[in-house]
């Protein structure tokens, strides 16, 4: 058991270091795919802020003007709901994008010297740009409503990383096995729509019987939304939640080893499907 934990733990460490060395083609390929996405749109990058904020903004007419909410868990309702959406946003782009990075450069498929794990990081960086902007523009608003940066907002970083761990685990299970089953594709679009409903992002987790929490925890997802609010509105340092850390690294670790398995089995076939 221990010798096959120990190869778990050699295969992270060359994959990190397998990022340090192939950086500048990560970065290339995080720059092509940026450019891809807006390439013959006249308004450009400019939809990536367009089509959320419009969305932010549905949602909040409803929840405001139509439902009369002013606050929610002693925070303005506009900027709770705000900061729910940010990381969500970006974790469903990110997770869907990965889904089919492989597919998408598949010319890299027969390259016999690159590794094609490091396809989802592409995503990741991709989409992290605009995630910058909006954490920028969160801290602005958070600024209009009175509630301004403190020591507390560096653990910003910490939340961030620990989505992409998260989404790289994802990413490898997601990209390698959507290959060989279409199927894939569709049930990640579905687990999105229910995962936005499920989430407490525009709805607290204080409005269901407290029973019934646990049930909403076992979703990696809310510790991420949660610590956001915690880091942008209440000040909460995230080690003062042992249990949901514990419970949140724990299922982490478990998506990444499950991941790079399952990837590294499922490579040496990739060229007989695509």
Request: one cysteine or more; glycine letters at 6%.
């Amino acid at each position: 058991m221990f010798p096959k934990h120990l190869s778990y733990i050699k295969l992270f460490f060359s994959f990190t270091k397998e990022i340090y060395f192939k950086k500048s083609i990560i970065y290339e390929l995080t720059k092509r795919d940026f450019q891809a996405q807006y390439k013959g749109s006249y308004l450009g990058f400019f939809w990536t802020y367009i089509q959320p904020l419009l969305f932010i903004l549905i949602i909040w007419g409803v929840l405001s003007l139509g439902f009369k909410l002013q606050k929610i868990e002693n925070a303005p309702h506009s900027f709770w709901l705000i900061i729910g959406m940010i990381p969500w946003l970006y974790f469903s782009e990110v997770f869907v994008a990965s889904t089919n990075v492989v597919q998408q450069f598949s010319f890299l498929i027969k390259k016999v010297d690159f590794s094609l794990g490091i396809l989802p990081l592409v995503k990741i960086f991709s989409a992290f740009i605009n995630h910058l902007v909006f954490i920028f523009l969160t801290i602005l608003l958070g600024c209009f409503y009175g509630i301004y940066p403190s020591l507390y907002t560096i653990q910003i970083i910490y939340y961030i990383i620990s989505m992409f761990f998260l989404l790289i685990g994802l990413g490898w299970i997601t990209s390698s096995t959507s290959i060989f089953v279409k199927d894939i594709n569709n049930i990640v679009t579905v687990l999105i729509q229910f995962g936005f409903w499920l989430t407490p992002i525009f709805w607290s987790i204080s409005m269901i019987p407290e029973k019934f929490h646990w049930i909403i925890k076992l979703n990696p997802v809310y510790y991420i939304i949660s610590g956001y609010r915690d880091t942008f509105i209440y000040g909460i340092p995230f080690w003062t939640k042992p249990l949901e850390t514990l419970y949140f690294w724990v299922t982490v670790i478990v998506i990444v080893v499950i991941g790079a398995v399952v990837f590294r089995r499922l490579r040496p076939h990739f060229a007989e499907v695509i």
